[in-house]
């Protein structure tokens, strides 16, 4: 069954009524979130399954002048959480005034009164209203009193500790995302639409296509092995750097540069998604041209290696 997308609150069709829901941001969609949402049907199966979320996430609207973060954009999160058999995703807009609610009015305007959920389940660090004034302990009695069933969902947990967004976050910034995308269940991607760069790659025989980060988290910079989605459910594999350029030093903002193996076409304007399999080598400035130009060669052999013992299996 195909999910859908309600983006206001204040007008939830009827039919969307009823439902049970997991509540939290859900950045990454990772294997705690899917032990989340599994455990929040299980706790109701005879009722809907939905999930309540918010856009953009509350750090973006109170630090932001933070660097991007962000592990999944809002289409990415909407289809990892339809992927998991969710049928109703309610995407709250997280502004100043939906910032100054409290806990009390979130819990009996939107989950009760606008959404008319029957129940909720979250995980043990789930805190909302106004200044965090509202957690699970607020939760289970509130909802209690309003006839809501409630379900708090102990962590998904390793020896290292829960699963969690910001544990894949680092990750991805120390270069490990073959690690992150166990945690993840998949492997992380970039997703974006090809803009024009300066065509230097196509001059040093390796033409690519230039991906802006824009709201994504900006994983290690350096060179990695990547397979790519392109419009109509292609994929293809191919060799990518992320960073800065510093052999050409056009001291630009980051952004991808992907060349895809033995393909030509026109990809300007087209929505592309860059996975990420492994970092092959860090940013590193060369003395010149014909040397970036060898290293590139070499790092394309190294990535069709890699990508080719993961299809394998080895």
């Not at 630090?63 to 990415?76: G, N, T």
């Not at 390796?206 to 994504?216: E, K, M, S, V, W």
Request: hydrophobic letters at 40%; proline letters at 7%.
């Amino acid at each position: 069954m195909k999910a859908r997308l309600h983006t206001n609150w204040r007008d939830i069709p009827p039919e969307a009524h009823g439902c049970a829901a997991a509540l939290g941001n859900f950045d990454g969609v990772h294997l705690g979130h899917a032990h989340l949402v599994h455990s929040t049907h299980a706790a109701r199966p005879d009722l809907p399954l939905a999930v309540v979320t918010f856009e953009p996430h509350p750090r973006e609207l109170f630090r932001p002048q933070d660097p991007p973060f962000r592990l999944s954009l809002p289409d990415e999160r909407f289809a990892a959480l339809q992927a998991l058999g969710v049928q109703h995703v309610f995407q709250i807009g997280f502004d100043e005034e939906f910032s100054r609610m409290t806990a009390e009015r979130f819990v009996e305007d939107v989950l009760h009164d606008a959404l008319c959920l029957r129940h909720v389940a979250c995980g043990p660090d789930f805190a909302f209203g106004y200044r965090r004034g509202g957690d699970v302990t607020f939760l289970a009695e509130r909802t209690g009193e309003l006839g809501m069933g409630f379900t708090s969902v102990p962590a998904l947990a390793d020896a290292a500790g829960p699963y969690s967004s910001t544990r894949i976050r680092r990750l991805l910034q120390e270069g490990y995302p073959e690690r992150a995308a166990e945690e993840l269940g998949r492997p992380w991607f970039i997703r974006g639409q090809v803009q024009h760069g300066d065509k230097r790659g196509r001059l040093l025989g390796f033409p690519t296509a230039n991906i802006p980060l824009g709201r994504h988290l900006e994983p290690a910079r350096g060179v990695y092995a990547v397979t790519v989605r392109l419009p109509g459910g292609y994929t293809r594999p191919g060799v990518a750097n992320i960073g800065r350029r510093p052999t050409i030093n056009d001291g630009q903002e980051s952004r991808v540069e992907v060349h895809l193996f033995d393909f030509d076409g026109d990809l300007y304007g087209q929505t592309l998604s860059v996975a990420l399999h492994k970092m092959l080598r860090a940013e590193q400035r060369f003395a010149g041209l014909d040397e970036l130009k060898a290293q590139i060669a070499q790092d394309a052999q190294q990535a069709r290696v890699v990508l080719n013992a993961e299809l394998a299996g080895i």
